[in-house]
């Protein structure tokens, strides 16, 4: 069965500062893998996808993530965060044939120090 | 186009009744998938309808079941509520399994 790990459960940056969250997942064959961010009471969005193709996706906000097939991770980055990023985000994934759910990581907490 | 809606919004049972809750899809979206949220656990996958089918099953006991009509709605229900049920079940909805899942707000459960 599949899995993912989000190491880092609480991170606390100031804005301007670099972002990088780190997401590993279990699993031997192809997958999808997805981002949501879940701002402060708000519902789950997609940040961004990887389905194939440019290992490097770019997503909504300024965020982007690369997947690294080698090492089984798909980890979230920005350059320069702003106090409005202040969220949880989720990492997911899902094996991209039969009928494997969508697994998610037990999430960030990003809090952004103005 | 709409996005995902769910109804109620927020609902308080106690223990050992039964609630229902709905999930209209996004417009043309014919796979619904529901989630339960809790702050120790995250999100935790209950089941996944297409075409009013059930093609997948999360590890949750038989008091949560689930449906979904021919217009893609889907209700789950859980019978028999327990103080651990206290969650926000969320609902997502693709165009097809396998593609990507947008969510709806999510409606929070509180058992008391």
Redesign the interface.
Known sequence: AQSVSQHNHHVILSEAASLELGCNYSYGGTVNLFWYVQYPGQHLQLLLKYFSGDPLVKGIKGFEAEFIKSKFSFNLRKPSVQWSDTAEYFCAVKANFGNEKLTFGTGTRLTIIP | KAGVTQTPRYLIKTRGQQVTLSCSPISGHRSV?W?QQTPGQ??Q?LF?YFSETQ??K?NFPGRFSGRQFSNSRSEMNVSTLELGDSALY?C?SSAS??E???????TRLLVL
């Open positions: 998938s989630y995250g999100l996958f996944e093609r997948n999360g969320l997502a399994p396998g990507t899942q947008y969510f709806g707000p999510g």
